[in-house]
């Protein structure tokens, strides 16, 4: 049998590629019967016959048998003299199937045809590849870490697709290693040097918004909607959740029994923690609500210039301000308004302070305790008690104290 082993151009791309086989295999017969009108410009009496699973195909020459003398075009027919030198037993009238050696067009063209394959079909692949990702942006994969490099992380998929996880796109606390698999959202589908780059990101809200939806049913029923999710990754998130039945708590919902939907989440966005409040189109309940979790004693709202001054009981400041600011600011990007924090009844905008909650995954919960046992709440609160006086009151070692103090100074001297 007069035929080319294809292998080596479309072996490696038939199985490991997401490439149906009619595709793959029109792609084959095209390429062939462009090398067929080179040689005999014209393919109409050729038929293409691919094998893509043995990785091989054969070229059928069809011509009519006439008789001799009577070749008017050689390409569809051929002289029952020439015919008979094939078969004996052919007859005039009768059709010839002959088989071309694929060999016969020359090493230099079907080198030339090998390469023109392998880059339709890397076309192809990247056709594929565009399309698959561009309908699932927005949606959550499972991908294995394959390299791990300094700006980024270069991960596979089930079909050994190769994606794209940015430093920017990851949780300042996470680290990968090879092999690990890791849930991320599809963030976009970029084009370098006309290659498609698959962009995933774990900072997006739209992978918070994801991960609400696989672990509260009443969202993915559409019960409950998420009107908006603002966050510092790796920090804080606040989520604004709505209800279209009355009969279901939203928050409640999302948050579960003593916590367990939302601490699922939590564990997968490395301890961020995460405020859900119900969304409402009241604009001071809003604020009061983005604001969690402190207390406000009143407000003063100017809807043209959308900015808002909030007064809270002094206890209250630094929660409403959070640690690095990280509260406010976020109150801000979920209300859309200015929102400036001052003591109640007081003009002076409140001395920045932390909430020494603010520190749990720095400073060990026992020792938190210990230090709201003689009434420090928050971190200038354990600054203005000397070293002694602190190792006098507690219970605590005085390498534990210095180095208790040193987290809290290197806060304040950040910002």
Same mark, same amino acid.
């Given at each position: 049998m007069a035929s080319i082993n294809l292998i080596e151009a479309f072996q490696e791309f038939k199985d490991a590629?997401?490439?149906?086989?009619?595709?793959?295999?029109?792609?084959?017969e095209d390429v062939f019967k462009t090398l067929l009108r080179k040689k005999f410009t014209s393919d109409e009496n050729f038929d293409v016959i691919v094998n893509a699973e043995?990785?091989?195909?054969?070229? !059928? /020459?069809?011509?009519?048998?006439?008789?001799?003398g009577e070749v008017m075009d050689p390409l569809a027919e051929i002289a029952y003299s020439d015919a008979t030198k094939i078969e004996p037993d052919f007859e005039v009238g009768e059709e010839l199937y002959e088989e071309v050696n694929i060999y016969d067009f020359g090493r230099r063209a079907i080198l030339a045809a090998k390469q023109t394959l392998a880059s339709r079909i890397s076309d192809l692949k990247k056709n594929v590849l565009v399309k698959k990702y561009g309908e699932r942006i927005?949606?959550?994969i499972s991908a294995e870490v394959y390299q791990v490099w300094k700006k980024e992380v270069l991960l596979l998929d089930e079909d050994g697709s190769e994606?794209?996880?940015p430093k920017s796109e990851q949780i300042p606390s996470d680290f990968f290693k090879k092999g690990e698999? !890791? /849930?991320?959202v599809v963030e976009r589908v970029d084009l370098k040097n006309n290659t498609p780059v698959i962009i995933l990101s774990?900072?997006?809200?739209?992978f918070l918004s994801k991960l609400l939806e696989i672990e509260v049913p009443e969202i993915?029923?559409?019960l409950i909607v998420v009107r908006k999710i603002v966050r510092d990754p790796g920090e804080r998130a606040k989520v604004a959740v709505e209800s279209f039945d009355d009969r279901i708590d939203p928050v409640g919902a999302c948050v579960g029994m003593k916590g367990s939907r939302i601490h699922g989440i939590v564990r997968e966005l490395k301890n961020e923690n995460i405020d859900v409040i119900n969304w409402t189109n009241n604009i001071n309940l809003l604020i009061q609500r983005s604001l969690t979790p402190a207390k406000i004693t009143s407000m003063d709202i100017d809807q043209e210039t959308k900015h808002a001054s909030v007064y809270l009981k002094p206890d209250q400041v630094s929660l409403a301000i959070g640690r690095r600011g990280v509260n406010i600011k976020l109150a801000c990007e979920l209300t859309g308004f200015e929102i400036d924090v001052y003591r109640d009844n007081e003009g002076d905008v409140e001395e920045f302070d932390i909430d020494l909650e603010e520190f749990s995954d720095e400073i060990e919960a026992w020792i938190i305790d210990e230090l709201k046992r003689i009434g420090c709440d928050t971190a200038r609160s354990v600054l203005e008690l000397t070293p002694e006086e602190l190792e006098r009151r507690t219970d605590l070692e005085k390498e534990t104290i210095d180095e208790i103090r040193g987290v809290l100074k290197q806060?304040?001297?950040k910002e």
């Open positions: 590629e997401n490439i149906d086989r009619p595709t793959l295999m029109k792609v084959v043995k990785g091989d195909l054969e070229i !059928i /020459r069809r011509r009519v048998i006439v008789d001799d927005g949606e959550i994606l794209i996880l698999s !890791i /849930r991320a774990r900072t997006s809200p739209k993915f029923d559409g806060e304040f001297e």
